[in-house]
T-cell receptor
Framework: AQRVTQPEKLLSVFKGAPVELKCNYS??????LFWYVQYSRQRLQLLLR??SRESIKGFTADLNKGETSFHLKKPFAQEEDSAMYYC????????????FGGGTRVLVKP | DTAVSQTPKYLVTQMGNDKSIKCEQN?????MYWYKQDSKKFLKIMFS???????INETVPNRFSPKSPDKAHLNLHINSLELGDSAVYFC?????????FGPGTRLTVL
C-alpha cells in the first residue's frame, strides 16, 4: 500500500535561513507528488507538484525516485512561510486518491 | 465567487445526533472529495464522487454517508455522532490532478 512520511512534525528556523522539509513515499507505481500548504486560518492549497518542476514562492522540490523522496526546500525562509505543509501522493488508478503525509509545521522566527 | 464552499463552518452537537455538512463547487469539476483532519492534523480521504458516482470509499463507518445530488454538490451526512467524530472535515474538487479545497467544517461532538 502507498504511504507518505514526513518525519518532522515541527521545523523552527530564523528568517533568512534555509529550510528543508523532508518527504519520503512508498508506492510501487509511478508516483505523482505534490506539496500542499495550509496557512493559519486558511484552506489547504496547492504549493507545487513534481510534474511542473517549477519554483513557487521560492520553494522547490525534486523527485528522487532512487531515494523515494520529494523534499521541499527554500534557501531563505520568510516569516510569511510559517504554515503547515503536507506532502501528498496521487494515485490516478485509484480514482485520483491523494494520500497525505502527517504534515510539518514550519515556524519562521524574526 | 468562492470556488469550493462548505456549510456550516462550525458545528457543535451532542453524541447520538445526526448532522449534515454541505459542499458546493462552482469550478465545473467532475470529481469531489471528503477528507477528515484529526486533532493531530493528519489528513485522510474518506470518499470521492465523479459525476455523482461513488469512486473512493475508504474504511469509514457506515454512519457516514455521502450524497451527491449533482456534480456541483457533495454532502456528508453523519448518523449517531460519536466523540471520535470530532474533527475538521474538508471538501475538495478536481478536474485533473490538482485538488481545490474548501475552508473546512470544524465538528465538535460533546
Amino acid at each position: 500500500a502507498q504511504r507518505v512520511t514526513q518525519p518532522e512534525k515541527l521545523l523552527s528556523v530564523f528568517k533568512g535561513a534555509p529550510v528543508e522539509l523532508k518527504c519520503n513515499y512508498s508506492y510501487s507505481g509511478s508516483p505523482e507528488l505534490f506539496w500542499y500548504v495550509q496557512y493559519s486560518r486558511q484552506r489547504l492549497q496547492l504549493l507545487l507538484r513534481h510534474i511542473s518542476r517549477e519554483s513557487i514562492k521560492g520553494f522547490t522540490a525534486d523527485l528522487n525516485k532512487g531515494e523515494t523522496s520529494f523534499h521541499l526546500k527554500k534557501p531563505f525562509a520568510q516569516e510569511e512561510d510559517s504554515a503547515m505543509y503536507y506532502c501528498a501522493l496521487l494515485i490516478k488508478a485509484a480514482g485520483n486518491k491523494l494520500t497525505f503525509g502527517g504534515g510539518t509545521r514550519v515556524l519562521v522566527k524574526p | 465567487d468562492t470556488a469550493v464552499s462548505q456549510t456550516p463552518k462550525y458545528l457543535v452537537t451532542q453524541m447520538g445526533n445526526d448532522k449534515s455538512i454541505k459542499c458546493e463547487q462552482n469550478l465545473g469539476h467532475d470529481t469531489m472529495y471528503w477528507y477528515k483532519q484529526d486533532s493531530k492534523k493528519f489528513l485522510k480521504i474518506m470518499f470521492s464522487y465523479n459525476n455523482k458516482e461513488l469512486i473512493i470509499n475508504e474504511t469509514v463507518p457506515n454512519r457516514f454517508s455521502p450524497k451527491s445530488p449533482d456534480k456541483a454538490h457533495l454532502n456528508l451526512h453523519i448518523n449517531s455522532l460519536e466523540l471520535g467524530d470530532s474533527a475538521v472535515y474538508f471538501c475538495a474538487s478536481s478536474q485533473k490532478d490538482t485538488q481545490y479545497f474548501g475552508p473546512g467544517t470544524r465538528l465538535t461532538v460533546l
